[in-house]
């Protein structure tokens, strides 16, 4: 099945710095979501992307749909410890059967330094 | 709204025993999606339903799993006879059809150890 490529798996970073992570895919998908996961609970959706060049924030974060619509970004500003988790891009392609089905990264793994 | 709810929260069974895992979706939403998520191979789909009907199943590993949604409000994801492979973390998600709002809000999940 269709695969995203998700960067980087790991990070660790000093509290107060920024955060980027993106996903590419080699299909064209027509919506990008954004979600994090604490140990122990499921994914929880923090940003939903629907248009190709869309720019959306939530707080400190802020997604983007790439103009391909292959590709999209998560960025986190000002990173605090709350922040520490597993992040997961998911897409849903442009075509066919299945439309409703969702394709998940591995995930970056975000540790914060106080 | 209590969200997607999932029972048990923990399971551990013995190889070989059958393992029900239990999702209540969010009220309303028309989709349903059952994922298995481990270190390995991340969040995999199993199978998925629209309006309580199976659309596919293709993600399902192998005939000793399977997955029912008699109503609206209730699906089960079963395993029989277990083994120590199937030991996962399993989601159950629920979304709203639409040209709009189709994010898939996930439950706490099932956490499975098969000894």
């Known amino acids: 099945g269709q695969q995203l490529n998700q960067s980087p798996q790991s990070m660790f970073i000093q509290e107060g710095e920024d955060v980027s992570m993106n996903c590419t895919s080699s299909?064209?998908?027509?919506?990008w979501l954004w979600y994090k996961q604490d140990p122990g609970e499921g994914p929880v959706l923090l940003i939903a992307?629907?248009?190709?060049?869309e720019l959306t924030s939530n707080g400190r974060l802020t997604a983007q749909f790439g103009i391909t619509r292959k590709d999209s970004f998560l960025n986190i500003s000002a990173s605090i410890p709350s922040d520490v988790g597993i992040y997961f891009c998911a897409g849903r392609e442009a075509s066919g059967a299945g439309s409703y089905q969702l394709t998940f990264g591995k995930g970056t793994k975000l540790s914060v330094i106080p | 709204d209590a969200g997607v709810i999932q029972s048990p929260r923990h399971e551990v069974t013995e190889m070989g025993q059958e393992v029900t895992l239990r999702c209540k979706p969010i009220s309303g939403h028309d989709y349903l999606f059952w994922y298995r998520q481990t270190m390995m191979r991340g969040l995999e789909l199993l199978i998925y339903f629209n309006n309580n009907v199976p659309i596919d199943d293709s993600g399902m590993p192998e005939d000793r799993f399977s997955a029912k949604m008699p109503n609206a409000s209730f699906s089960t994801l079963k395993i029989q006879p277990s083994e120590p492979r199937d030991s996962a973390v399993y989601f159950c998600?629920?979304?709203?059809?639409?040209?709009?709002?189709?994010?898939?809000?996930f439950g706490q999940g099932t956490r499975l150890t098969v000894v």
């Open positions: 992307l629907y248009k190709a060049g």
């Open positions: 299909s064209i998908f027509n919506t």
């Open positions: 998600a629920s979304s709203l059809s639409g040209s709009l709002n189709t994010e898939a809000f």
